[in-house]
C-alpha cells in the first residue's frame, strides 16, 4: 500500500495535469531557500562575525588563516542549516499547493469517488503556520542530536518522518473530513502513516530532488488516505455482512 502509492507519486511528480503545480511548487520552493540563504549568510557577516573579532581581537600576522577556517566553518554551518530549513519550508509551501494537486489526483485516479473540499485559504495558511512551527522546534531538537554520534542520522528520520507523515496525512484527510476526524483517522492508522512518514523523510534526504518533497509528499498521502478509506469501507460492510444489520 505504502510503496505504490509512493510509486505513483512518483509518477505524478512530472504528470502533464500537475505540471503547473510542479513548477509553482518548485520555484516557490527554491525563492524561499534563496531568502533563508541570504538571511543566514548577512545575520553571520553582521552579527556573529563581529562578536569573534570582538572576543579575539589583533590577531598576529601568523594567524592568518584563522579567517579562512572561520569562512570555511561558517559556510559549512550555513548549509547545514539550509538542509535542515528544507523540512519547514515543505511545510509551508504544502499548504499552498496540497489542494490543487489533491484535485487533480481525485479526478485522474479516483474519478467515481465525490471530490474532496478545499481548506479555505485562511484555514490553510493558519495550518501551514502551525505546521511550520511545530517542524521548525522538531529540527532544532534533531539538530542537537546531530552532536551525538550513533543517533544523530536516526534521529532525522524519526523526527521529520513522523512530524511530515502526520501532517501530510492530515492536511489529506481533512479534504474529506473534519479536523478532529482527520486526527482520529491518522491515529488509528499511525504506524502506517510513520511509515509513509519514513519514506518522505528519505525523499527529503536526498539532494536536490528533496526540492520536490511538497509535491511529492502530497501525491503519497493522498493516494494512502484514499486507499485506507476504502479498506475501512470493505471492512465496515463485511462487519455488517457478517452481523446481519
Known amino acids: 500500500m505504502i510503496f505504490d502509492s509512493a510509486r505513483l507519486a512518483l509518477v505524478n511528480l512530472l504528470a502533464p495535469e500537475t505540471r503547473s503545480a510542479f513548477w509553482k511548487s518548485l520555484g516557490l520552493t527554491i525563492l524561499i531557500l534563496i531568502a533563508l540563504w541570504i538571511s543566514l549568510r548577512e545575520t553571520f557577516v553582521y552579527w556573529v562575525l563581529p562578536m569573534l573579532q570582538t572576543f579575539i581581537p589583533d590577531l598576529p600576522e601568523w594567524a592568518g588563516w584563522f579567517g579562512f577556517v572561520v569562512a570555511i566553518l561558517a559556510s559549512l554551518g550555513l548549509a547545514l542549516a539550509l538542509a535542515l530549513l528544507i523540512a519547514p519550508v515543505t511545510a509551508l509551501v504544502a499548504g499552498?499547493?496540497?489542494?490543487?494537486?489533491?484535485?487533480?489526483?481525485?479526478?485522474?485516479?479516483f474519478p467515481e469517488d465525490p471530490p474532496g473540499r478545499a481548506m479555505p485559504l485562511g484555514e490553510a495558511i493558519v495550518a501551514?503556520?502551525?505546521f511550520l512551527g511545530v517542524v521548525i522546534v522538531g529540527n532544532i531538537v534533531a539538530l542537537f542530536l546531530l552532536l551525538v554520534p550513533g543517533i544523530n542520522i536516526i534521529a532525522f528520520f524519526l523526527v521529520n518522518g513522523y512530524l511530515l507523515g502526520r501532517e501530510f496525512f492530515e492536511f489529506a484527510a481533512m479534504r474529506f473530513r473534519t479536523p478532529a476526524e482527520a486526527r482520529e483517522f491518522r491515529a488509528k492508522n499511525s504506524a502506517i502513516v510513520f511509515t509513509a512518514g519514513?519514506?518522505?523523510?528519505?525523499?527529503l534526504a536526498i539532494p536536490f530532488v528533496n526540492l520536490m518533497t511538497p509535491l511529492f509528499a502530497a501525491g503519497l498521502m493522498v493516494?494512502?488516505?484514499?486507499?485506507?478509506?476504502?479498506r475501512d469501507a470493505v471492512m465496515a460492510s463485511v462487519r455488517q455482512a457478517s452481523t446481519g444489520v
Not at 499552498?96 to 485516479?109: C, G, H, M, Q, S
Not at 494512502?224 to 476504502?230: A, D, G, N, V
Open 96 to 109: 499552498v499547493f496540497l489542494d490543487d494537486v489533491a484535485e487533480v489526483i481525485e479526478k485522474r485516479d
Open 128 to 130: 501551514s503556520l502551525k
Open 198 to 203: 519514513l519514506v518522505i523523510a528519505a525523499f
Open 223 to 230: 493516494h494512502l488516505h484514499k486507499r485506507l478509506s476504502r
